[in-house]
Every structure is written in C-alpha cells, then in structure tokens.
C-alpha cells in the first residue's frame, strides 16, 4: 500500500502526463483514476477536482527557485555574455528536466482557460521584465546600441524557445542534437553581436 503523501505524488505524475499530452479538456478523471489504480471517488479524495489537480501542478512549479533569484546576483556583474548565458542555460536546464510542463502551458493558452495565469504573472511575465531592465540599463551604459528593450528582450527569448519547441513540442530532437551549452553559447553571440557597441573605425585606428 502506497502512503498518502506517496499516492499523491503518483497522481500529479501521471496527470502531468496526461494534460501534456491530451490538454486539460481532453483528460478526464476517470482515465486519470484508472492510471493511478483508483476509483474515481477514491481519487477525488486526494483531488476534489480536476481543476484542483492542475492548480496543485502550478503550486509544484512555483515552488522551484525563480530564474530572476538566479540570475540576479548575475546581473549585478554587468558582464553580458555571463548573465546570457546564464539566462539560456537555466530556460534549457529546467525545460528540458521536464519536457511535459512546456507542453502544459501550451495546451492552457490554446484551449483558452486561465488556469495558468499565476504561474504567467509571476514566473514567465517576471522573467521578461526582469530582462527587459537589463537590456534598458545597458542601453543607459552606453553598452548597448539604442533599440527598443521590450523587443530585444523578446527576441533572444524567442530563439531560446524556439528551439525547445522544435525539440521538445514538434518532437525533433534528432534533427537539432547539438548540445544545449553549445547552443546557448551560438545564441549569445548572435545576439551580442548585433546589441554591443562598438568604437568609431577612428577611435579603433
């Protein structure tokens, strides 16, 4: 016999498993109960709902360290291919430890619901502008060309994700196998090399 605290944690592994692949809507109770070995009215006693179990997922993940803690003391140092770098190694690190959660989030906007708005407002909203201050303060030292922080901030976003996209939703690991350093590290060089200023060709003479 699995304890409670056991069983629990059973139940949120498989119904991960099944809102990454299915979507919210598209599981039901009962396919979770017969996953975990249970009745439908012996699961509702550990979950009173199949919301409550999508809402104890959010709780499970906004309890890890937030990226923003991380990359904080980071940031301080103003050495920008450091904080990045960081940056894309931490995204790669935590999505790729566990694929379905992308999937997750995904499924929640393309079905319309707002479950996962809390685990937006205060980790992925954070994030972006936690970042966009970065990129505007850099601008402020002279370190960055004069572009829109908002933008930029999304773009190098952007090519963090799309690659795990490609990988981890579109299922196309094989085509992409590079390893994910080396990756984050051709991603912050594109991208510092069109942000950086750079010396007047004279002031290089």
């Known amino acids: ?40 009215a012996a699961l509702y006693r550990y979950f009173p709902s199949k919301e409550s179990l999508y809402a104890a997922i959010i709780d499970h993940k906004m309890a890890a360290v937030d990226i923003v803690a991380v ?33 997750i989030l995904y499924f929640s906007a393309l079905e319309g619901h ?7 407002e205060s980790r992925v909203k954070r994030l972006r502008e936690f970042l966009t201050d970065y990129i505007k303060q850099r601008i402020e030292d002279g370190s960055f060309v004069d572009i829109d922080p908002v933008i930029a901030s999304r773009a190098f976003l952007g090519m963090v994700f799309d690659h795990l996209n490609v990988r981890l939703v579109l299922g196309q690991t094989e085509a992409y196998p590079q390893p994910l ?6 991603f912050v060089s594109i991208f510092l090399h069109g942000m950086q200023t750079r010396p007047a060709e004279g002031a290089r003479a």
Do not use: W, Y
């Open 114 to 120: 707002r479950l996962a708005d809390p685990f937006f």
């Open 71 to 103: 990359l904080r003391p980071v940031a301080l140092r103003r050495n920008d291919r450091e904080f990045f770098l960081e940056l894309a190694r931490e995204i790669f690190h935590r999505v790729e430890s566990d694929p379905t959660f992308l999937r």
């Open 1 to 40: 016999r699995r304890s409670g605290a056991d069983r629990r944690e059973q139940i949120l592994r498989e119904a991960m498993a099944c809102f990454a692949a299915q979507g919210f809507r598209g599981t039901t109770v009962r396919e979770l109960a017969a996953r975990v070995g249970l009745s439908e």
């Open 181 to 186: 350093d080396k990756v984050a590290e051709t």
